[in-house]
C-alpha cells in the first residue's frame, strides 16, 4: 500500500517571502500522479498543482512550483511571494496511474500554512 | 457551470442512527468518490463510482455504502452510526475512467452525539 508522509504540521511564511512545504511517499510503483491540495477554512479541497511521475520536468503553476525527486520519492512545494490568501491547510495526495482499487487519491496528514502580513 | 455540490452542509445525528448524504457532480463528469476526513487529517477514500458501478472500496466497515444515479448523482449512507463517525465526508468528481484531476466539493460536516 502508497503511504504519504507530511513531516511539517505546521509552517509560517511572511507576506511576498518564500515557503517550501515537504512531502514523501512510498509506493512500489513506477507510474503514478502526485497532487498538492490547500484546503481553506471553506473546506473545499482545491488542487494547487499536479505532476505526473513520467514527466521530468517539474510542474509550475504561475507562484507555485513544486520539486519532483523520483528517485528519492520526494514531492515538495514551493510557494513564492506568499500572499495572505495562500493561509490554508495544503494535503500531498497520491494516484496510481492505473484504475485498479478505484483510482484512489492517499493523502498526508496536511501542513497547516500561516501567511504574516 | 457549477461545481460538485454536496446536502447538506451541516448534520448532526445521534449514535445507532442512519444517514444519508448527497453529492451532484459537475455536469458531464461520470465518476463520483466519496472521502472522509477526521478532524486534524488527510482524507481518507471510502468508495469510487463510474456508471452506476462501484469501481473501488476503501477500509470501512459494512455500515457504510453507496450507490450512483442514472444521473452521475450519488448518495453515501452510513448505518448505525458512531462516535466516530463524526466526520467531513467528502464528495470529489472527474469526467471519466482514467482522468487524473478531482474536483471536491465543500463536503458534509457530520456531528455524532
Known amino acids: 500500500a502508497q503511504t504519504v508522509t507530511q513531516s511539517q504540521p505546521e509552517m509560517s511564511v511572511q507576506e511576498a517571502e518564500t515557503v517550501t512545504l515537504s512531502c514523501t511517499y512510498d509506493t512500489s510503483e513506477s507510474d503514478y500522479y502526485l497532487f498538492w491540495y490547500k484546503q481553506p477554512p471553506s473546506r473545499q479541497m482545491i488542487l494547487v498543482i499536479r505532476q505526473e511521475a513520467y514527466k521530468q520536468q517539474n510542474a509550475t503553476e504561475n507562484r507555485f512550483s513544486v520539486n519532483f525527486q523520483k528517485a528519492a520519492k520526494s514531492f515538495s512545494l514551493k510557494i513564492s511571494d506568499s500572499q495572505l490568501g495562500d493561509a490554508a491547510m495544503y494535503f500531498c495526495a497520491y494516484r496510481s496511474a492505473g484504475e485498479t482499487s478505484g483510482s484512489r487519491l492517499t493523502f498526508g496528514e496536511g501542513t497547516q500554512l500561516t501567511v504574516n502580513p | 457551470d457549477a461545481g460538485v455540490t454536496q446536502s447538506p452542509t451541516h448534520l448532526i445525528k445521534t449514535r445507532g442512527q442512519h444517514v444519508t448524504l448527497r453529492c451532484s457532480p459537475i455536469?458531464?463528469?461520470?465518476?463520483v468518490s466519496w472521502y472522509q476526513q477526521v478532524l486534524g487529517q488527510g482524507p481518507q477514500f471510502i468508495f469510487q463510482y463510474y456508471e452506476k458501478e462501484e469501481r473501488g472500496r476503501g477500509n470501512f466497515p459494512d455500515r457504510f455504502s453507496a450507490r450512483q444515479f442514472p444521473n452521475y448523482s450519488s448518495e453515501l449512507n452510513v448505518n448505525a452510526l458512531l462516535l466516530g463517525d463524526s466526520a467531513l465526508y467528502l464528495c470529489a468528481s472527474r469526467m471519466r475512467q482514467g482522468a487524473p484531476g478531482y474536483t471536491f466539493g465543500s463536503g458534509t460536516r457530520l456531528t455524532v452525539v
Open positions: 455536469s458531464g463528469h461520470k465518476s
